[in-house]
């Protein structure tokens, strides 16, 4: 590329050649042909950009992410090359990291349309759907993409519905990932996993110290399986956020880890004696399917033990903080409907939150002989 600050840019009729080459589906040969110009040192802008768009039409995008990154760095002054290289971030999944690019995009020229259509985009594809209206709202009537109107209903369905949405959960979690121990024992006083390992203990389920196989839903680092690893023969997990799995392998306590939904139908049919949730159930509202995937899971006489956040009522609400919290009533209606049988339901405080307790449930569920 020239160096930062040179006014060389590609001949018109280069990139109108390589404009043309892109919509006749020869990508490759359209970075290949400004790559020459910009070993040459005879770019600009206008080219850089075309090249990284060219590298992902080509099926190349670790190397349109690296040419993105230089253009951003050379043109640091340009909005342009900050929402390109925002575009390719959000493409490869790096969600913060395209979120602020295209927040730096808009601080060089806040009346850029296409930067905040992109920022809404990737705050909907980190399931934020607030945070998505907010910046689909501040672009103009007359500069509206012709995309918008899908995705503003994406985010109402988002919004309304039972669940967090899964790429909230993923994008939230993995950022946590690297302190998320030492930050919910610590700060948040995390006594899930410990709870549920004490309900285990009044079911007498410590005389099969070794010799249960148990599945922990949503394992996140492996708190949970670490509490329950003693009376594992077999261990496994699933969870949503690749980067937290990562850190429950790195424990070295799990036989089988699994990145998916906790409601995937990949969870093996009447395979477990334990299934436990600890603290997961808080970003469902409806657990009718998660009733079903832990009966479905269990062997006969087999337990499913998990916390939820309290609240009154009959049904499930939405809390301050993001999470879901559920009524004991509730609770009873699903052991009713999923045919299990209710061995024990206590009151406890899972976690605290600015330093207060939060209400919570503790429940032991039986599949019957």
């Known amino acids: 590329m ?24 020869r990508a490759g040969e359209a970075a290949s042909l400004i790559e020459k110009q910009i070993q040459e040192g005879r770019s600009g802008l206008l080219a850089c950009l075309l090249h990284a768009r060219a590298l992902i039409a080509a099926g190349r995008p670790a190397e349109a992410l690296d040419s993105a990154r230089e253009t951003a760095l050379l043109f640091s002054g340009a909005a342009p090359a ?36 992109v ?135 799990y036989d089988r880890l699994m990145v998916g939904d906790i409601v995937s139908p990949a969870v093996e049919r009447d395979a477990y004696d334990l299934v436990v949730a600890a603290d997961t159930l808080v970003y469902l509202g409806d657990l009718d399917e998660v009733f079903a995937i832990a009966f479905h899971a269990l062997r006969r006489c087999g337990y499913f033990l998990f916390t939820v956040e309290a609240c009154e009522g009959m049904s499930f609400s939405l809390g301050p903080k993001r999470r879901w919290q559920h009524s004991e009533e509730y609770l009873r209606s699903l052991v009713e409907r999923h045919g299990f049988v209710l061995s024990g339901l206590l009151q406890c405080s899972p976690r605290t939150e600015a330093g207060v307790p939060v209400e919570g449930i503790a429940a032991a569920l039986m599949k019957p002989a």
């Not at 020239?2 to 009729?13: C, D, L, T």
């Open 119 to 253: 920022l809404g985009c990737a705050w909907l594809e980190a399931g934020e759907p607030e945070k998505a209206f907010d910046a689909f709202g501040q672009i103009p009537a007359a500069e509206e993409p012709s995309g918008l109107a899908a995705k503003r209903l994406e985010a109402a369905e988002m919004q309304n519905a039972p669940r967090s949405n899964a790429r909230y959960i993923r994008h939230l979690f993995d950022q946590f990932s690297a302190d998320y121990d030492s930050r919910m024992l610590g700060e948040l006083n995390y006594t899930a996993p410990n709870i549920l390992r004490h309900l285990a203990s009044l079911l007498s389920l410590e005389s099969m110290n070794g010799r249960l196989a148990i599945l922990d839903l949503g394992c996140g680092t492996g708190l949970a399986g670490a509490a329950f690893h003693d009376l594992a023969h077999r261990l496994d997990g699933i969870d949503l956020a690749p980067a937290m799995v990562e850190k429950a392998r790195g424990r070295d306590i």
């Open 82 to 117: 900050a929402l390109e290289l925002a575009k390719t971030l959000l493409g490869a999944g790096q969600l913060p990291t395209a979120i602020a690019e295209c927040q730096r995009a808009l601080r060089i020229d806040p009346d850029l349309a296409e930067a905040r259509y």
């Open 2 to 25: 020239p160096a930062s600050g040179q006014a060389y840019f590609a001949p018109e009729n280069l990139l109108e050649q390589a404009e043309a080459l892109l919509i006749e589906g």
